[in-house]
């Protein structure tokens, strides 16, 4: 390489991947010394790491310091033992930690853009699913059309059809006009069926005066007496308002219709709105089960979960409870539960600061990668030996929100390296479903992971997609707070973030909660010994909500809510009291204490 040549002559001449090192060993011959470029130590902010180094500093380093100059971004660009060191020099040395800067920004930029190819493969891949989904919904409605035409209207058109049929054959008896009068009654029948199977497609109400008046309706042709209360807000889009229509018009068809034998068959609909259409029916049920009850709304429930909501039926002592949500606006899984969590918005806000801070330095992709990652739905691995996963499973997890990611066996170390990775397309996982016998590496490898993965062998993918989906703000934010970390070292030593990012972190009680959950579930611990299961099912195991965590019956009212908090608060403190008790259950404990305490002001 000729010598004395300006740093822009090099970077005209030098493939990309050279690049640092040439600008430093360009400068060293330059000033007639050694020079060496430097980045904070991933870490140890206080320390140096050295990218390139001219020849004689890499093997004797620097010697005697002559200059230094910062590089845009964090760097340090260093000069020892020159032999000149004029003007010419030190602007040669300006001049090389800007393109030094240049090639980082340079550098970052096709990371991002690698970032953005990735992203752009992994949407166009959402895309595909989601239009697979709908054209599920599109299959599933037709279903019910066919089903409620086949049902009513064909059912009537064969009865008139008969009649027609006896009507010849007694015009000869004289008694034409009883009959013709017999058959009028049965073709206004048959047009009052065919108008509520219309109605069932475009209830005329809808348009005009909302679901609730559209159900309202609705529940006036039905044979058993409904009781609305409840009110659900502004008016929302008429996608949203459709299919929540339809979802609860479904529940009341079956729940206030004939088919079912019970004492009282008044059908109770509770209305409410938070950042969801909300509807709760409750009815006696007889004989029949929750099981039942889903089996009957099996389609309707699938139809509801596609656009991002939820339909959840249970029978406590023959009384039936179906509740059915519905966001009131199209939008992912993560963002709307995310939406309500206060520790998702802390995070949210925290990586918004973390962009604003980096600006458009080499750091700024990092940052956006956190912010993609944090509004992505839940990512969970299936591994089997089997061409492929089972196409049920897929479509019910991602029915639920949740990405299927197909990873083929071993299971090992290498696998389990993959789907810690924060990019891949087997990597960013949240959940790993083995259906193949893991081997101990890929255990220790996913327990020492940065990220949490929950781990099982047993569960169905609706099972693990389910806790996926309740602890979805929380996994996301746990998973941004630790990637950010890894960018800190960046940011200058007292920049606010860094307190920012410790203080989310050790106060946030929900990823306490969750990560003790996680060593309970996992079974291979002597923590809490014998006493287990009820404190994983008041960390979450079962369950959120305050009634699934206290165990108590869907139709516990406030109060009872309350004592069940209170009394498993003070089962706890005892519990961490106990002469036996060593010091990490002890801490478990108070997570537990904590963790009721909370309920109790819910």
Partial sequence: MRKNRRAHEVVASVPQERLVGA??????????????YCVPAAGRPEDFDVVAASPDAGHSGLGEESAREPVRGGGMLLVGSARRWGAKEQAALRETAGWLAVTADAEGLREGHERAAERFRELRGEVTTARERLAHVRDLERRRLVRAITTSTLRDLDDLR??????GEQLAAGSEVARIAEIGTVVDDMLDNFRTVVRGVYPAMLPDRGPRAALEELAATLPHRVRFSGDLGRRVGWQIESGFYHAVAAVLNLLAGDGINRDDPTVEVEFARDEALGARLRTSVGELSAGDLRAALHQDAERLAVLGGAMECAVTAGVAVVTVRLADRTTTTTTSQGEASALFQLVSDLVKQGQEAAGAGPGRAGWDAIAARLVQPPRLAIVSDAAGPDSAEVDSASLLGVTVVFAGGPADRQLAEEVLADEGPRGSVDAVLCRVPPTPDFCATLRRGRHRVEFSETASADEVARRLVTWTPVIAARRAIVSARALLPGLSADHPLRWSVDRIATEAHEITELDLLDELVRGDTRLLRGASEPAARLLGADGADPRSRLGLEPEAND???????????????AHAVRPITGGRDAAACDVLVRTAEGLLQT
């Fill in 23 to 36: 600008l430093v060993d360009q400068l060293a011959d330059v000033v007639g010394g050694r020079a060496a």
């Fill in 162 to 167: 008969r009649r027609l049929r006896g009507f």
């Fill in 559 to 573: 109060e009872q809510v309350r004592v069940a908090a209170q009394r498993a608060a003070d089962r706890w403190r």
